[in-house]
């Protein structure tokens, strides 16, 4: 039997990939081997650290991996069942490469890899995940990855970090002192379902919070049985929608199936904005250095190409300065890493923190929003209303069959409306309007991994995005108006 064809399922981020035909044991192993030598062993590191989630295929698959680490004489600790974040904390607190194995919200035939450097650094394309997946692949061939004769094996050990971790963020977030809230959460049957009772409960051995917490689908199961763990499809959110308004609930939380990922419901049901939490959380933060001593000029934070104008527009009214970048989480990592900034928020609800090395946890981000809430007596669709200035279409996705074409016509009708461009990640055409004559900006920028055009628009008003909003699929699209 041939060896599968690791270039067709390891991307531009992580491996992601059908079990067994893509992903098994032999495959993991090979991983593991190729994570040491070009990961591990060059950074001198005492050890790697290796975490699963919940899906049938985990713990095998993440034990193969430790094994193929430790035929290299490099220790390997497994830290078991943990959410993405999790294994970024372990990574970050004991200063080890990692990886952690999920495939997030995909179907339960799936699993995947998210590798990181020591301290969560990320491990992508362009920074040792091809030299990974090439030399992993060599090995699968029979190539000489598997000459570790003579190397003393390294050992494979057990360590639980579950209440470090919730100990750890509960120190970032101060929830002890908060009015009481309902808050429901649905997990989706992943890991949120194993961390919320740690973080926000009692769960790891923690003081009780003023929180009483409804929980929707804690059970740990990777087949998925109630619904996909992707709360950015509307349709995930139905039932945390239906039980915060039925529980009476001040706040309902989603997580996605490895629990990096959180969606927030305000009290009447009604999913609130990820921009509109980037920008309420940074203005948390923004206080925060204040506080600390540091002035607002030199707090930075980070925002991507598809984030609300309004989030820009309150960092530069706390006086800190924001900075955009592309979509993807290497590009938030890499710019914050850069600039120093103190946090990053993404519109697919991924948010990031200079404090947590960087790296992006939902549960962080859930708490700064209970924290905020708390601390006040308005309803959270109020408190939440000074961050949601404008009207969003939300991502709108057009099969196309030449991108660029498509592209260049829109932009030729936008150019007629007086919009100005850039092009820093696919095509941002702003109108900055006037007296009369509403604000609108779209952005328009084609998939990596699929023929599809992705659409963004937001404006002024309702109106006017669903004028441009048509204006443009129709130019797409090729239908006439």
């Keep these: 039997m041939n060896a599968p064809i690791l270039a067709d399922f390891i991307k531009a981020y992580d491996v992601r990939g059908v079990v067994p035909d893509q992903l098994n044991v032999d495959v993991a192993w090979a991983l593991g081997s190729a994570f040491a030598q070009v990961v591990a062993l060059p950074e001198q590191a005492e050890a790697v650290v290796v975490g699963h989630d919940m899906r049938p295929s985990s713990p095998e698959l993440s034990r193969a991996f430790a094994d193929g680490v430790a035929a290299h004489g490099v220790d390997t600790i497994l830290i078991g069942l943990c959410s993405t974040d999790g294994l970024y904390y372990a990574s970050g607190a004991l200063g080890l490469p990692g990886a952690m194995f999920t495939a997030s919200h995909n179907p339960a035939q799936y699993n995947g890899i998210k590798m990181c450097r020591a301290g969560a650094r990320p491990v992508g394309q362009d920074s040792g995940l091809a030299q990974i997946r090439d030399l992993g692949q060599a090995i699968l061939d029979g190539g000489n990855g598997f000459a570790t004769e003579g190397t003393e094996p390294g050992t494979v050990t057990e360590r639980d970090v579950l209440g470090d971790y919730a100990a750890f963020l509960r120190s970032l977030v101060d929830l002890s002192q908060v009015r009481p809230l309902k808050v429901v959460v649905d997990a989706g049957n992943g890991m949120g379902g194993h961390t919320v009772p740690a973080v926000l409960g009692t769960g790891a051995g923690l003081p009780a919070l003023p929180l009483e917490v409804v929980d929707l689908y804690f059970e740990l199961d990777g087949t998925f049985p109630n619904h996909e763990a992707n709360p950015l499809e509307p349709e995930n959110l139905r039932d945390l929608q239906a039980a915060v308004r039925e529980h009476g609930a001040d706040i309902g939380l989603a997580f996605d199936g ?85 946090f990053g928020g993404e519109h697919s609800a991924h948010y990031y923190f200079r404090d947590f090395w960087f790296a992006d946890t939902g549960m962080l981000a859930a708490m700064h929003v209970l924290a905020a809430l708390g601390s006040q007596p308005e309803p959270l669709s109020r408190l939440m209303a000074a961050y949601s200035r404008y009207a969003a279409s939300g991502e709108i996705n ?55 055009l992705r659409l963004n628009v937001e404006a002024a008003e309702e109106a006017t995005m669903e004028r441009v909003r048509d204006d443009v699929l129709a130019l797409v699209r090729g239908e006439a108006r």
Excluded at 310 to 328: D, F, Q, W
Excluded at 426 to 432: D, F, I, K, N
């Design 398 to 452: 057009s099969t196309v069959a030449d991108a660029a074409a498509a592209t260049a016509t829109v932009r030729e009708w936008a150019e007629g409306q007086g919009a100005e461009f850039d092009t820093l990640d696919g095509l941002t055409a702003t109108h900055t309007g006037g007296d009369g004559d509403p604000m609108w900006w779209f952005n328009l920028r084609a998939s990596n991994t699929e023929p599809l």
């Design 258 to 342: 490895d629990a990096d990922r959180c969606f927030v419901v305000d009290e009447r049901g009604e999913p609130v904005s990820p921009s509109a939490i980037t920008a309420m959380v940074a203005t948390r933060e923004i206080a925060r250095e204040r506080e600390a001593g540091t002035p607002a000029s030199d707090v930075r934070i980070v925002y991507n190409v598809i984030s609300s104008a309004a989030v820009p527009e309150i960092i530069a009214a706390e006086g800190a300065k924001p900075v955009r970048t592309r979509v993807g989480h290497s590009f938030i990592k890499d710019e914050m890493a850069r600039e120093g900034a103190v």
